[in-house]
């Protein structure tokens, strides 16, 4: 699959403004976006072992096959990304904020606004269940590659592969250690995706986790829980979000297929002239290449 992308850094000034623009234009509410992305890289010498390990028991193997081919030649970064709910985060930040981006999204569609209310959308109900903290345990997760994008001059977007593999159940992390990657770090992925015609909106900005409080704490491998949503630290110090905007194209060879993508992409940034400044973006800042 190849995707086709525009990018736009903004201000923490002006997210609440902008999430609202890109409602109305997609005439929908955005949904909320967490994920827990976990960064591994290859050892320096593979492990050629062809036994199922944990999660390749239920992993598509043809899928896999494929994603091992595009790997040959240069050594890539891999990721495992899983969704979380804000709910998930042990404190009442995370609580807190989500019920404020419930608020501010009034208006967004003014015709709804009443109906909402009256159906109590926009306060929590006594009656709804209480969910259960993260557990590492029960994560599920998919396995995401994103090949370095083609060089800059050629299209008017940035245009890479990618790959998404689920791993419906089994051992993700024992699964990535036959695949011969160890685990390198990890982040939180917070924001909302909006969807207009065939273009994926993402508002979004990327989270840190904070030091480990007991300075003995093993770093190689995941936390197996969440820290406080206050705690994470913004990649950004400014706290800005980035706009992407994205088409995807499941075959890359199609040139009708190709060049819908890039036009969709480029009216949009036209419509939003004068509200953000779509651009291709520094194409080593998308490397995942190991260094």
């Known amino acids: ?26 005439g929908q509410q955005p949904t909320r976006v967490i994920e827990r992305h976990l960064l591994f890289m290859p050892r320096k010498i593979h492990d050629s072992r062809g036994q199922q390990v944990g999660g390749t028991q239920t992993v598509q193997n043809q899928q896999v096959q494929a994603l091992q081919n595009q790997l040959q030649g240069d050594l ?6 899983g969704e979380v709910d804000d709910e998930q985060f042990p404190d009442e930040d995370a609580h807190a904020r989500e019920n404020v981006e419930d608020k501010l999204m009034k208006g967004a569609e003014e015709s709804n606004t009443e109906t909402r209310g009256r159906q109590g959308l926009n306060e929590p109900s006594s009656d709804a269940p209480e969910k259960a903290l993260y557990n590492f345990e ?8 994103s090949d370095l994008p083609e060089v800059a001059g050629r299209r008017p977007v940035a245009s890479r592969m990618i790959s998404s593999v689920d791993i419906i159940d089994g051992n993700a992390i024992e699964f ?10 990890e982040y939180i992925l917070e924001g909302h995706r909006v969807i207009h015609n065939n273009l994926i909106l993402l508002l979004h900005r990327i989270m840190l986790f904070p030091p480990p409080q007991s300075s003995g704490a093993s770093t190689s491998s995941p936390r197996k829980s969440l820290p406080p ?4 630290i913004p990649l950004d110090p400014s706290g800005g979000y980035m706009l992407q905007a994205s088409a995807r194209v499941q075959d890359g060879t199609k040139p009708d297929s190709i060049n819908l993508a890039i036009n969709e992409l480029k009216a ?16 080593l800042a998308l490397d995942t290449r190991v260094k």
Request: charged share 20%.
């Open 268 to 283: 949009f940034k036209d419509m939003m002239k004068g509200v953000v400044e779509l651009e291709i973006g520094d194409r």
């Open 1 to 26: 699959m190849y995707e086709h992308l525009l990018f736009a850094q903004i201000p923490p000034s002006r997210h609440n403004q902008l999430l609202r623009i890109l409602s109305g234009i997609a």
């Open 76 to 81: 890539f970064h891999l990721q495992l990304a």
């Open 138 to 145: 029960k994560q599920t997760w998919s396995l995401r590659f």
């Open 176 to 185: 990535m250690d036959a695949l011969g990657y160890k685990y390198v770090s």
């Open 229 to 232: 949503y206050g705690s994470l």
